[in-house]
């Protein structure tokens, strides 16, 4: 027996660069990475591939489709992953990925590119979600906040450098090598998570769920949905009502079919962490979308000037993320969400008070720093939540829910701000001022609900 003395050596937990789980850390942040620098830099260059190839009508589809077909894939992810794990999700949307830049970087018409853009679209689905389930197999838990973090961080670079690149590129190269040049650095990514693909094994379930091919079909309703959402979007006038009026109606019918039971009345547990993720990113895109334009319009700022304001944010939302992946656990669950809505609350209402011509702009640069300092706590934390509400069996089916959440509920702002907006000859401080409104009021609901991420104890 030891002695009274005798001090027991404790292994410390292994951290996101220990041995096991370097490459897989480095594998799985470069593709998140490639991600956001596709999605950011696609939308630099899009235009000079319109005037390119002289497919300036399928301009919206070419942004709708893929967002269409993102959608479908994250439910078809979800469902595979719970039925043989995540390998196999992560091989394919590699492969559909690449294929897809591939198609789109080589397109003779516009048309060819759509498709390339669609295939694109629907590996990213399966990608996204796939990586969300490998953190849930092969990290340990205590570990979990810090790889979302990184996660979260892994966007900040490509939306600093994203648009500036995608245009260097365009200017100086071709716009061809936006799309080209990405596999060069998805397959190797992919190859360094690939020996812990291998150790993970399948996950518990050997078959489809049951269900499965109803919820596919509810997801290709929200995935047509989605994308007239889009389309309306960017269209004017009575067109452009029509075609958001019935994507939201379709978006109403189809969604719920697809998030957790009780979403819609903010039940407790994974139902609300599933709606607060909506809502924060509904309100931060929301106002981030009308920052510029605002700043641009009324306080006279050129492009560049307004564009530094969001990467103020952008800097924020990554101070935020390592923040929350070093702090001690709280002792509550809704902690970190309550903190991170109420900066986003806050920060967005301070931002709205630059519309008034006698306050400095420095009061927007220190409501929207405020704000992405709220979603950097707040965005990891939810993914953190979800895995800890979701079975084994379910991590997929719940991952692949917040992030369809998320993708849902900025886009509807999105499309019904471009509509505001849209009004009158052109936007004017009222218009600035109730979409960033808005955009407050969803934080501040998203407030008052994250005690509901707690689950209390049967009786």
Same mark, same amino acid.
């Given at each position: 027996m030891p002695s009274p003395t005798t001090v027991v050596a404790v292994p410390a937990a292994p951290g996101l660069f220990a041995p096991r789980l370097r490459a897989m850390t480095v594998g799985s942040v470069a593709l998140i990475s490639l991600? $956001?620098?596709e999605a950011l830099a696609v939308g630099t260059a899009m235009p000079t591939v319109a005037r390119s190839l002289d497919g300036l009508a399928l301009y919206g589809i070419a942004f709708g489709g893929p967002f269409a077909t993102n959608v479908?894939?994250?439910?078809?992810?979800?469902?595979?992953?719970?039925?043989?794990?995540?390998?196999?999700?992560?091989?394919?949307?590699?492969?559909?990925?690449?294929?897809?830049l591939l198609i789109a970087g080589t397109a003779p018409v516009m048309g060819a590119l759509v498709v390339g853009r669609v295939v694109q679209g629907f590996g990213s689905g399966l990608l996204a979600v796939a990586l969300y389930v490998i953190v849930g197999h092969a990290y340990p838990q205590d570990l979990?906040?810090?790889?979302?973090?990184?996660?979260?961080?892994?966007?900040?670079? /490509?939306?600093?450098?994203? /648009?500036?690149?995608?245009?260097?590129?365009?200017?100086?190269?071709?716009?061809?090598?936006?799309?080209? $040049?990405?596999? $060069?650095? $998805?397959?190797?990514?992919?190859?360094l998570i690939h020996p812990g693909l291998r150790s993970l094994g399948q996950s518990v379930r050997t078959g489809v769920p049951a269900g499965a091919a109803v919820r596919i079909g509810w997801a290709c309703g929200a995935a047509v949905s989605a994308?007239?959402?889009?389309?309306?979007?960017?269209?004017?006038?009575?067109?452009?009502?029509a075609l958001v009026a019935v994507a939201v109606a379709g978006l109403l019918v189809c969604a719920p079919r697809l998030l957790p039971a009780g979403?819609?009345?903010?039940?407790?547990?994974?139902?609300?962490?599933?709606?607060?993720r909506g809502l924060a990113s509904a309100a931060f895109v929301g106002a981030e979308v009308v920052i510029p334009l605002m700043l641009s319009r009324e306080r006279g700022l050129s492009p560049t000037g307004a564009g530094l304001v969001l990467t103020v944010g952008a800097l924020a939302w990554s101070v935020g993320s390592w923040i929350q992946g070093r702090i001690p656990v709280p002792a509550s669950r809704a902690s970190l969400p309550r903190a991170g809505l109420s900066c986003i609350t806050v920060g967005t209402a301070t931002v709205a008070l630059a519309v008034r011509p006698e306050l400095p702009v420095a009061v927007a640069v220190l409501g929207w720093a405020v704000a992405g300092l709220g979603m950097g706590l707040l965005?990891?934390?939810?993914?953190?939540?979800?895995?800890?509400?979701?079975?084994?069996?379910?991590?997929?089916?719940?991952?692949s829910s917040l992030q369809l959440g998320d993708s849902l509920f900025a886009a509807t702002v999105l499309a019904l701000t471009g509509a505001v907006l849209?009004?009158?000859?052109?936007?004017? /401080?009222a218009s600035y001022a109730s979409t960033l409104a808005v955009a407050a009021g969803l934080a501040l609901l998203g407030t008052l609900l994250a005690g509901r991420v707690v689950v209390r104890a049967s009786a």
């Open positions: 991600l $956001a620098f479908l894939a994250m439910v078809v992810s979800g469902i595979w992953c719970d039925a043989r794990g995540p390998r196999g999700p992560m091989w394919h949307g590699v492969a559909w990925f690449v294929v897809g979990h906040r810090r790889i979302f973090a990184a996660f979260a961080a892994a966007w900040v670079v /490509p939306s600093l450098v994203g /648009p500036a690149v995608a245009g260097l590129i365009v200017e100086h190269l071709n716009w061809r090598w936006v799309f080209l $040049a990405v596999p $060069a650095v $998805a397959v190797p990514a992919v190859l994308a007239l959402l889009h389309i309306g979007g960017q269209q004017r006038g009575v067109t452009a009502l979403f819609l009345r903010a039940a407790r547990g994974l139902p609300t962490v599933i709606g607060l965005y990891p934390s939810l993914s953190v939540l979800t895995l800890e509400l979701s079975a084994p069996g379910e991590q997929g089916r719940n991952s849209a009004v009158g000859s052109a936007p004017g /401080p």
